[in-house]
T-cell receptor, first 113, second 113 residues
Framework: GDSVTQMEGPVTLSEEAFLTINCTYT??????LFWYVQYPGEGLQLLLK?????DKGSNKGFEATYRKETTSFHLEKGSVQVSDSAVYFC????????????FGKGTSLLVTP | NAGVTQTPKFQVLKTGQSMTLQCAQD?????MSWYRQDPGMGLRLIHY???????DQGEVPNGYNVSRSTTEDFPLRLLSAAPSQTSVYFC????????????FGPGTRLTVL
């Protein structure tokens, strides 16, 4: 079945450091790919998404590119802030209508001043 | 708009008790779903609904029931609580399916003793 593998945390970075969180997937079709973020004590919220190969999703300085040849969707940010401290989840869904999201286990990020 | 609301925020049950977790959305979304979040496991889909009167099972449906009598509400029932159901439960909604942006509620933290 479809699955998502993301790097284990926790990841600790200093403010203004470069961030990469790796995500690879296994899917039989052509899934849509997502990064969701969970701030402490809150529900998840969509950070960015990409629906087809070579698409780049971006939001709040974060970027991820849908790489079909390497089945990857790595999350990057050039300069992290303390406010980026959260848990980040990579997820995939089957093509529309897509009734289920498959989540990775999550990567905890702590950014220190 | 209140978005997705969940009640209660916290609940403690004894083994064998039953209860209902409430979820409501005011965005006129057709698709609603329930996930459980366990440490090191990411989020796993319990049940989902593509519209009023239509529900289906996700990855981990055993021990849970759902119904969807209105577009707004999607309650999750625990029939006979077990310690293995100790978890954080999230309800989510979207316009049409998992490929659309999911809007998550704040979660219910359930402990079964």
């Amino acid at each position: 079945g479809d699955s998502v593998t993301q790097m284990e945390g926790p990841v600790t970075l200093s403010e203004e450091a470069f961030l990469t969180i790796n995500c690879t997937y296994t899917a039989t079709g052509y899934p849509s790919l997502f990064w969701y973020v969970q701030y402490p004590g809150e529900g998840l919220q969509l950070l960015l998404k990409a629906t087809k190969a070579d698409d780049k999703g971006s939001n709040k300085g974060f970027e991820a590119t849908y790489r079909k040849e390497t089945t990857s969707f790595h999350l990057e940010k050039g300069s992290v802030q303390v406010s980026d401290s959260a848990v980040y989840f990579c997820a995939l869904s089957d093509p529309p209508p897509g009734y289920a999201l498959n989540f990775g286990k999550g990567t905890s990020l702590l950014v220190t001043p | 708009n209140a978005g997705v609301t969940q009640t209660p925020k916290f609940q403690v049950l004894k083994t064998g008790q039953s209860m209902t977790l409430q979820c409501a959305q005011d965005m006129n979304h057709e698709y609603m779903s329930w996930y459980r979040q366990d440490p090191g496991m990411g989020l796993r889909l319990i049940h989902y609904s593509v519209g009023a009167g239509i529900t289906d099972q996700g990855e981990v449906p055993n021990g849970y029931n759902v119904s969807r009598s209105t577009t707004e509400d999607f309650p999750l029932r625990l029939l006979s609580a077990a310690p293995s159901q100790t978890s954080v439960y999230f309800c989510a909604s979207s316009l049409a399916g998992a490929t659309d942006t999911q809007y998550f509620g704040p979660g219910t933290r359930l402990t079964v003793l």
